[in-house]
């Protein structure tokens, strides 16, 4: 895929992820209002957050079966036309049940748009620059749940509860004329849908959310629910390693580079979810702010998380996961315990620090921890990865709130009985919830610590593996043109010209004073420049017969006198010398280049291009015959 046509493609797809993740929130503002109007308990309406993410995550683990079998632009129409239906019925809704089934219509279209979102990153962008990408899908994930509070609480207090519906559907208008402008269909594989295995995960996930929310509330049955729910959880794995056609290929599963960094990611979204579902019942039940202004108290730890989460994603590319994941989950675990310590205090300043922390430690885990997942599986494994850690991440988003949620009641009920008053209980109940939250988190610090070590470890060896072999053993180092011509930055463009003239060249890496990759120059980027600047320049012949006229003179003399960082592509797309060849020719492919730079770390020592690799195919290929 051309470049400028995936930055519009991903933008759509991004808008639709951050969509998908603020509608998970949009009901968190106004459930005191919705409690109000029609007169049900917080852990009834709670099933508004609940039910909608039980559907959503069932819709997930759908989502590998349907991004295989339907086109891009087809699935995006599937998945809006949904939630729009979803969307109009939620702001109609007459009692709470039809609002419920709205709700549940509305997650069925956008648990499709965050996996499709993944998959298709996976799929058009280099893995060496995977997190940085997936930086950004995850922000949009973590930022749309966490900013739908501050918007939707000023929605409720100036308009209703009701309005918070208009808001999405309007986006999704917005993003819509998008996706019918950029999207672009890839590649489809024939697949089959086992039936079985979506009602088992249907039933297990319905079960499971509802023994969360009762366990706190009615020990017995809670616990007989949740006994039901693994079991029946238990006979879908089952199933998954045992039918021709699972609907997930838990293999990855099976690999101790991907399973950690579920835990991790399913810790990550319970606290980034739980906070912005507990924080609003406490800011409005215990310290009686209205939505609107407890939409606000969120608003900042909402903008550092969206502004880690993107350095994160590139600290992840640099310097791989240590130690990224743990000391997110420190923050996490800190901001957790300063939550639960100082509920009963009522300060607002507590509570910003607290879930500040927590947000930032969520920027530093979520993303980080799919990234280093997904990116140790074979491209085919892709979809199910994503549909794996995507379940989790929903997983973590019913299980979350429902259990935390359950906790809250339960402190509150407890802190009633004892004769507190009302504001009072719902703090005591908040609190325990938070240092709850504070030991899970714990957990997953050692859990960090153990898989980053492990994928340090992992690196190092192959690493020294490649050290250690010998060239003919490389496949890429014995195919490559090493040392390739390049030329700086700061030289004029005559000298890039004059070496692509000589050498039959049709373009050069580009490397600052110290060595290092800073772009690439190709006889395009030269075509661009003229065409721009003069009305006769409109194909290669055309600038022959250009020649001797003098405004195409001057033009063309003042171009070479530019420095060539002025018309290069920054950034340049490149392959480490340690690559496979299988990275190189997804590269090549989904790029549509003929040439990429090779580096050794950020040195420049080599050209691969696609004759080279064809010809080494054909060279194994005669040997094999």
């Known amino acids: 895929m051309q470049g400028k046509n995936l930055a519009p493609m991903l933008a759509v797809l991004y808008g639709v992820a951050f969509l998908a993740g603020f509608s998970e929130n949009l009901m968190n503002m106004a459930l005191v209002a919705i409690m109000d109007e029609f007169h049900v308990t917080s852990v009834t309406a709670q099933w508004l957050v609940t039910g909608y993410m039980i559907v959503s995550t069932v819709m997930v683990t759908l989502a590998a079966f349907l991004y295989r079998r339907i086109p891009l632009r087809k699935l995006f129409a599937?998945?809006?036309?949904?939630?729009?239906?979803g969307t109009v019925a939620g702001y109609l809704a007459p009692s709470f049940e039809v609002l419920l089934l709205a709700r549940l219509v509305q997650s069925a279209g956008s648990g499709i748009f965050i996996p499709m979102m993944m998959n298709t990153v996976l799929a058009v962008t280099p893995k060496n620059k995977l997190g940085s990408y997936m930086a950004i899908g995850g922000c949009m994930i973590t930022f749309g749940p966490a900013l739908a509070p501050v918007i939707c609480g000023g929605v409720v207090t100036a308009l209703g509860w009701r309005f918070v519906f208009v808001v999405p559907l309007v986006a999704l208008v917005i993003l819509?004329?998008?996706?019918?402008?950029?999207?672009?269909?890839?590649?489809?594989?024939?697949?089959?849908?086992?039936?079985?295995?979506?009602?088992?995960?249907?039933?297990?996930?319905?079960?499971?959310?509802?023994?969360?929310?009762?366990?706190s509330l009615d020990a017995v049955s809670g616990a007989i629910a949740l006994v039901v729910a693994v079991a029946v959880l238990a006979l879908f794995v089952v199933r998954q390693f045992k039918a021709a056609h699972?609907?997930?290929?838990?293999?990855?599963?099976?690999?101790?580079?991907?399973?950690?960094?579920?835990?991790?990611?399913?810790?990550?979204?319970?606290?980034?979810?739980?906070?912005?579902?507990?924080?609003?019942?406490?800011?409005?039940?215990?310290?009686?702010?209205t939505a609107a202004i407890a939409g606000l108290v969120i608003l900042v730890p909402v903008l550092v998380n969206a502004g880690v989460s993107l350095i994160s994603g590139r600290l992840l590319d640099k310097h791989g996961e240590w130690p990224l994941l743990p000391l997110g989950f420190v923050f996490i675990a800190v901001g957790f315990a300063i939550l639960g310590a100082s509920a009963s205090l009522m300060e607002v300043v507590a509570v910003i620090g607290g879930s500040l922390l927590v947000f930032i430690g969520v920027g530093m885990t979520l993303t980080p921890a799919q990234t280093a997942g997904l990116r140790t599986l074979a491209p085919e494994m892709n979809p199910f990865g994503v549909c794996i850690m995507t379940t989790f991440v929903q997983m973590a988003a019913c299980v979350g709130p429902a259990l935390f949620t359950g906790l809250m009641s339960a402190g509150q009920d407890g802190a009633l009985a004892s004769g507190a008053a009302q504001n009072m209980a719902a703090a005591?109940?908040?609190?325990l919830a938070m240092w709850v939250a504070a030991a899970i988190g714990l957990v997953a610090v050692v859990v960090a610590v153990v898989y980053s070590r492990q994928r340090v470890a992992a690196r190092a060896a192959a690493k020294a593996h490649v050290a250690s072999a010998p060239e003919s053993a490389l496949p890429l180092p014995g195919i490559m043109t090493p040392n390739p011509y390049v030329v700086q930055a700061s030289q004029p463009v005559r000298d890039a010209m004059a070496l692509m003239v000589q050498h039959h060249l049709g373009g050069l890496p580009v490397v600052g004073a110290d060595g290092k990759l800073a772009g690439y120059v190709s006889d395009g980027d030269i075509m661009r420049y003229l065409s721009d600047r003069h009305p006769l320049i409109t194909g290669t012949y055309s600038?022959?017969?250009?020649?001797?006229?003098?405004?195409?003179?001057?033009?063309?003399?003042?171009l070479m006198t530019l420095p060539v960082s002025e018309i290069a592509m920054g950034k340049a797309v490149s392959v480490s010398v340690s690559s496979s060849l299988q990275d190189v020719c997804t590269l090549l492919s989904q790029r549509k280049f003929k040439k990429l730079p090779v580096v050794d770390g950020d040195k420049v020592v080599g050209t691969v291009n696609r004759s080279d690799v064809i010809r080494y195919a054909m060279r194994e290929a005669l040997q094999q015959a």
Not at 78 to 85: E, I, M, R
Not at 428 to 431: A, H, L, P, V, W
Not at 545 to 557: K, Y
């Open 246 to 289: 699972p609907l997930i290929d838990l293999t990855p599963m099976t690999q101790k580079s991907f399973w950690p960094a579920t835990i991790l990611v399913l810790v990550a979204m319970m606290s980034t979810f739980s906070t912005t579902v507990l924080l609003p019942l406490y800011l409005e039940g215990a310290m009686g702010l």
């Open 78 to 85: 599937l998945a809006a036309a949904l939630f729009t239906v």
């Open 176 to 215: 819509g004329i998008g996706a019918a402008l950029f999207l672009t269909n890839l590649q489809n594989n024939a697949a089959r849908l086992d039936v079985l295995s979506l009602a088992l995960s249907a039933v297990g996930l319905t079960i499971l959310s509802y023994g969360l929310a009762q366990v």
């Open 543 to 558: 600038v022959i017969a250009a020649v001797g006229n003098g405004p195409f003179d001057e033009r063309l003399a003042e």
């Open 428 to 431: 005591q109940g908040f609190s």
